[in-house]
C-alpha cells in the first residue's frame, strides 16, 4: 500500500491512503490519522489501511478524492530517529578518490553511517531554504526505509523483516560547511539541514521483484534545473543492504518504531549514469581535468527526484524542491 | 513546575505534575497525557498544569498520590531531537592532553556538538544493558534543557527564550568503541547508545538564582558504587551557554518544539571537584603517571546523577541506574 500525510495545520499533518496509480486518496480517519501512530501499532492497524487501499485501488471508497503531492508533508513530518548509510561504496570512492584520499579497507565490511536531524524533515514541494549560496547547497537522492520495532543485536535478516516503508530522500547538504565540520571531529549537525521526502511512502510489496536482497532494484532519476543530470541503479552496486544497515545501528541499543534508515547517495560505478548529487560531479571533473567544473546550486535552482517501477509507473511521486533564499 | 512521564505501558507514557519536594504527584489528565504534546501548544497548556502545580504544592490536589521515581520514563521517553553539546572546555582539554594531542582555537568560539539518537531513552532507574564490558562502558553526567520552537538563524539570545524545561541526562558512552567509530569521520553512532533522564523536568524558575546567563549555577553530584565521585560545578566553566548551544544547532535549519540540548560532561579545571565521567579520571591518571588506572564500568556496578538547589532539595530527582548485561 501507499500512504501519505497531508498539511492540515498541524505539526504531523493527516494520514491518507494513496491508490497505486497516485491518482487518488482517501484519509485515513477512523484507522488513524498520523503515519506514528500506525508504526507504533502496525500488526493491527495496517491491515485495515491495507484494506482501504485495495478498496480505493478498486474504484470502491466512498469518500476519494485526487492525490495532489503538492499538499503533501514528508510522510513522518518530524521522526524519532533519521540515520543516513552511506551504503554506494562507488561516492565514497569517487569523493575521496578526487582529494587524494584512499578509503579505508574497513569501509568494505562496516558500513558508515551518521545519525541526522529528524525534528523537522520537509514535504516533497518544501521550498529548501538557506541564508547563503556560500554554504554550498547540493541535493542528495536517496532511498530510505522506515523501521518497526528493532532489538539490539538485531542480524541482518531479522532487520530486514522490520522494514515497514520506502521513501525516497533529498539529503541537502552544505558542502562548504563539511570538511571544517568533520574536521571537529563529531560529525554532521550544520552541514547537513533538513532532509525531504517523496509524497508517499510504500510498503515493500509494492516494488514487486524490484525488491530483492534488500535493494531496490531501479532507477532513481534525478533531474536539475529540468534537464534530467542522474539515472542511477539503485539495486546492484548498493554495497550495503537496509537490513545491514539496520543491524548496524542497532548494533548497541534499540531501533525504535518509525526510524528512519537511509541508503546515501545512490551511486554507480559507470559514469554514464550520471549523478545524485552534485559533489559526484565535481569528484569526476576533479579526477578527469585537476579542478571541478559544475557549481553548486544557486537560489532559484530545481531538483527533482523520481523513481519508476518496473510497470513504469511513479512508485513514490516526486520530489520536487526549489532552492529559495531565506528571509 | 515540576513535570514528570511515568510508565504506563504505552510508548509515551503518563503526563504527571510532580510537587516542588518531589514527594507527591497528579495525573496531567485534562490537561494533556503526554509531554510532547504540552511542547507542541507551551503557551496554551502550560499555565493549566502550571495552576495544577501550584495547587499541589498546596496540598490541596484531590487525586495526589505519592511521587515513586521508580515508575518514571525519561520525560521525553522518545524524542524528535537530541543534541549533545561539549560545553565543558576543561573535558575537551583532558581528554586532548591525555592522549597528547592539543584542542583546536576554533574549539574556543565554535561549540563542539553532536546529533543522538533519540527514538529510545531511559527512564532513571531503567537497566543500563550493554552486550560486553569489552566495549568500554561509561557514564557521562549532564545537564539539558529541552526547547520549544527556535528558528534557523536564532541568536544565542532568542534560543535562550526558548527553553521550556531542564533536566539532567546520563549519556552512555562506549569507550573502546569510540576511536574506531570517530575515525570513520562521521560522528557518534555505535559509541553512544540511549542516553537516561532524570525523573522530573523542571522550568528554569525552579532553579531560581541558580539559572543565570543560561547556565546552570548548581553542583552535579555523581556516585558510582555509592562512592561520591564528582561534584562539579555546573555553571562558571560552562564555556559555552544554552542559548549558545541552541543557535549553533539552529544555525542551518529550524529547531522544532520537543528537541533536547545536552550540555555535555559537567568538567572543572579544579581536579579536586572530582568527575562526572571516567574517560576524564583516566585522562588525569594518564597526564599524571602515564597511564589509567580506573577501569571502565563492570557489570552490577551503579550510577547516581543528582544536582540539589539552592535549598538543599533535589531539584531533579536522580538518576539511579545498574551496569546489566544483555540476554
Known amino acids: 500500500m501507499k500512504l501519505a500525510t497531508y498539511r492540515d495545520g498541524s505539526r504531523d499533518g493527516q494520514l491518507v491512503v494513496v491508490s497505486r496509480d497516485l491518482s487518488t486518496a482517501h484519509y485515513a480517519t477512523g484507522t488513524a490519522t498520523r503515519l506514528q501512530q500506525v508504526l507504533d501499532d502496525w500488526n493491527f492497524l495496517s491491515p485495515q489501511l491495507q484494506d482501504l487501499y485495495e478498496t480505493l485501488n478498486g474504484g470502491k471508497a466512498r469518500h476519494a478524492f485526487a492525490f495532489d503531492p503538492s499538499l503533501c508533508m514528508a510522510p513522518l513530518p518530524r521522526a524519532y530517529q533519521w540515520a543516513d548509510g552511506s551504503a554506494y561504496l562507488n561516492h565514497v570512492e569517487l569523493v575521496r578518490k ?35 549560496m556560500g554554504w554550498g547547497i547540493d541535493f542528495e537522492a536517496e532511498v530510505a526505509v522506515i523501521t518497526g520495532d528493532v532489538a539490539t543485536g538485531a542480524t541482518p535478516e531479522d532487520a530486514l523483516e522490520c522494514i515497514r516503508l520506502l521513501m525516497l530522500a533529498n539529503d541537502w547538504s552544505l558542502r562548504e560547511l563539511i570538511p571544517a565540520e568533520l574536521a571537529k571531529g563529531f560529525g554532521f549537525l550544520q552541514s547537513k539541514p533538513s532532509t525531504a521526502f517523496s509524497p508517499v511512502a510504500v510498503t515493500p510489496d509494492e516494488l514487486g521483484a524490484a525488491w530483492q536482497g534488500g535493494r531496490v532494484h531501479l532507477t532513481l532519476r534525478s533531474t536539475w534545473n529540468g534537464r534530467p543530470v542522474g539515472l542511477c541503479e539503485a539495486g546492484a552496486e548498493m554495497s550495503f543492504h537496509f537490513g545491514q544497515l539496520i543491524a548496524h545501528l542497532a548494533k548497541t541499543r534499540r531501533v525504535r518504531a518509525g526510524s528512519i534508515v537511509g541508503s546515501g547517495t545512490v551511486s554507480n560505478q559507470d559514469w554514464s549514469h550520471g549523478y545524485s548529487c552534485i559533489a559526484e560531479r565535481r569528484a569526476i571533473e576533479t579526477i578527469e581535468s585537476g579542478a571541478p567544473v559544475t557549481a553548486f546550486m544557486q537560489f532559484g535552482d530545481t531538483i527533482r ?23
Chains 1, 2 share one sequence.
Do not use: C, K, N, W
Not at 98 to 118: I, K, N, T
Open 98 to 132: 578526487a582529494r587524494g584520499a584512499v578509503v579505508p579497507e574497513s569501509f568494505y565490511v562496516d558500513p558508515l553511517m551518521y545519525q541526522g536531524g529528524s525534528d523537522d524533515l520537509l514535504g516533497p514541494h518544501d521550498r529548501a531554504v538557506f541564508a547563503s
Open 305 to 327: 527526484i523520481e523513481m519508476l517501477g518496473l510497470d513504469g509507473q511513479s512508485v513514490f511521486g516526486a520530489i520536487e524542491q526549489t532552492v529559495t533564499p531565506a528571509g
